[in-house]
């Protein structure tokens, strides 16, 4: 599984199904997360006061972090003029959206994330 934002937020913030989450977190055999994913999480979860929170809970789930090298980065330009914010898509994918998109396309991974942006753009 490709962790998103939105799921890890989801879990440290207790929102509803949260434990449902963490559960299937506990069940994958592989756990990924891009660098540019992680950059968006650390800096959401600061401003949100979370930061240390947030560094605990990926100390626990221990993903495999996936450097952001050109294909990467080129994916993740790919996603941004398809389904980015300001793109003219209902899906309206931000910067760790779309690193995050980038990296369950490049290795053929289902994506981890809670709400409705990544259903728009059909990941």
């Not at 913030?13 to 968006?40: C, D, F, I, K, N």
């Not at 910067?95 to 990941?123: H, N, Q, T, V």
Request: proline share 5%; with cysteine; net charge negative.
């Amino acid at each position: 599984m490709i962790l998103d934002t939105s799921l890890l937020l989801a879990i440290l913030q207790r929102e509803p199904g949260w434990e449902r989450h963490q559960q299937a977190l506990e069940q994958v055999e592989v756990l990924r997360m891009s660098a540019g994913t992680l950059q968006e999480l650390l800096l959401v979860a600061h401003c949100r006061g979370v930061l240390e929170p947030m560094q605990t809970l990926l100390d626990l789930i221990d993903p495999d972090l996936v450097p952001v090298d050109a294909d990467l980065a080129e994916r993740a330009l790919g996603i941004f003029l398809r389904f980015g914010k300001g793109q003219g898509h209902p899906a309206q994918l931000n910067f760790g959206d779309c690193f995050a998109a980038a990296l369950a396309e490049r290795d053929r991974l289902p994506l981890g994330y809670i709400g409705d942006d990544f259903s728009k753009a059909s990941f």
